[in-house]
């Protein structure tokens, strides 16, 4: 991939979010289903919240991108250790009961948050 494209040479240089979706596409460290994952977690971004935290649950992610809760939990993990992905476990205590639940937040590849 280009320098061009990753502002490699300008690392203080700010990327646009097209620029991280593309280097995202074009990192052949992921499969292509990291990627539909990676690429599905950043559409749930909310821009007036001003973060990159989304908490979709397995289910959500495996109807909308057609695979498997199975497949799932390695693509996660290959995303974290490609900095494109950070994944925190929740325990909420809401209902009377207790649930755990991943937040994601979604970095750039460079390991910085997608939303600064």
Known sequence: MSNQLLNA??????????????????DTNLSHGEFRLW?????????????????????????AIGTTAESITP???NLQK????????????KRGGHRTANRYEILDGQGEPLMK
Request: glycine share 2%; proline share 5%.
């Open 82 to 93: 490609n900095k494109w992905l950070k994944t925190t476990r929740k325990r909420s205590t």
């Open 39 to 63: 690429y599905f977690l950043q559409t749930h971004l909310n821009a007036q919240r001003g973060d990159s935290m989304v908490w979709p649950s397995y289910l959500t992610i495996c109807e």
């Open 75 to 77: 693509w996660l993990a």
């Open 9 to 26: 040479d300008k690392p203080d240089r700010p990327r646009s979010r097209v620029q991280i979706i593309q280097a995202a596409s074009c």
